[in-house]
């Protein structure tokens, strides 16, 4: 399938296109340009599909990279060269960091093109070394993958407070982002975190998996699992990380703003289209929230004070793409806890495979009410 020489490479790949106007995936051969030079190809070997890549397909965003992939392990082929943390290193297992800390529209899968394919040609004019991380020694590759969401989680639960100053955490939505966000505060000390999700089959399946105490779960059409609103007494949370899919967000903001305690931080890991408000807090443009963070820039972060219709103060935050630090602590919990991120991935697919398995999923979430957990990861790499 490949032939390589000295310096010079020319390869016959695999990778997963997304047809204009969106809709399924194909998989398509392609070839590298004959002339490359091999030290600048990469090879994934493992991409988590994120919700951001299930909306794409949807239709829900504007996205207009073809080839998807962001949440990545990669192997680098030996050169010696600067990493992410600014320390020569040879090739080897690196995480890919999607959005670059100088220009936070400029996003792998998103604006540039994605990891979903065997090999990966980088452009010189993109300064990559600064957006790849090494993984850990004895990290496995396919855990490796989940280090990017929850290194997300990271940075939006250090946003939301310091250490001891979160004591209650709301985290709406059940889907892989939500319940990594859940996991992470549990083991980052929040005292009570509770979960709560439209599909009772998504709260099923976090409590099943030790994601959740079955006390602090919450689904407002099961009657094994209570509102969110019924499981506070006089208070409501002091902070609420919002992990719903597009489709979702207006609905699930008005949601967490009317349960969250006065003064309570919200953060939006889910994004909004520019210009967009909704009535509970009209004076506050959201897709701006998360601009104001990037790349863990500020270090102390970015709030927005808003007021509810009302009176109610609550506060919003959000950041888009992750640091080097970040991604460490990501990782650090990952060699800790291995057994637990584990479970969050559920489907692993061959390439082939992946087209038909990234639609199901696709089709189950037109259904927020009943969709069931899935954590989908392709494996690219040689089996």
Request: with cysteine; glycine share 10%.
């Amino acid at each position: 399938m490949a032939s390589e020489g000295p310096g010079v490479m020319r390869r016959r790949a695999r990778r997963l296109v997304m047809p204009p106007g969106r809709g399924a995936l194909t998989c398509e051969a392609f070839d590298l340009p004959p002339h490359v030079d091999a030290h600048r190809v990469v090879r994934p070997l493992f991409v988590g599909i994120c919700g951001t890549d299930l909306d794409i397909l949807a239709g829900g965003r504007d996205d207009t990279a073809r080839i998807l992939g962001h949440e990545a392990v990669v192997h680098v082929p030996e050169r010696r060269q600067r990493n992410a943390a600014g320390e020569e290193a040879h090739g080897g297992l690196y995480l890919v960091n999607p959005v670059d800390p100088h220009d936070q529209d400029r996003i792998v899968g998103h604006s540039e093109e994605g990891m979903l394919q065997e090999a990966v040609c980088l452009s010189e004019a993109t300064s990559w070394a600064a957006r790849l991380i090494p993984v850990r020694a004895g990290l496995a590759p396919l855990l490796a993958v989940v280090s990017e969401p929850l290194a997300v989680a990271v940075y939006s639960l250090g946003l939301l407070g310091a250490p001891g100053t979160v004591t209650r955490l709301l985290v709406v939505g059940a889907g892989p982002m939500g319940v990594v966000t859940a996991v992470a505060a549990r083991l980052l000390g929040v005292p009570e975190v509770t979960l709560v999700d439209g599909s009772e089959r998504r709260v099923q399946s976090a409590v099943d998996n030790g994601f959740v105490e079955e006390g602090l779960a919450s689904c407002p059409s099961s009657r094994r699992f209570p509102a969110a609103a019924a499981l506070y007494g006089g208070s409501g949370p002091d902070a609420v990380a919002l992990c719903v899919g597009r489709g979702q967000r207006r609905e699930a903001l008005g949601q967490a703003i009317a349960v969250a305690a006065a003064g309570a931080c919200i953060d939006l890991t889910t994004g909004f289209r520019p210009g967009e408000k909704i009535s509970e807090i009209p004076d506050v443009e959201l897709n701006l929230i998360r601009r104001r963070n990037v790349c863990g820039s500020p270090r102390s972060g970015r709030r927005v004070e808003a007021r509810t219709r009302e009176g109610k103060i609550i506060h919003l935050t959000g950041h888009r793409g992750t640091s080097p630090e970040h991604m460490s602590r990501a990782m650090d919990m990952l060699l800790r806890h291995p057994d637990v991120f584990r479970r969050v991935i559920t489907d692993v697919v061959s390439v082939e495979d992946a087209p038909r398995a990234v639609s199901d999923i696709v089709l189950q979430r037109r259904d927020p009410n009943t969709a069931p957990y899935r954590k989908l990861v392709v494996s690219l790499g040689p089996s």
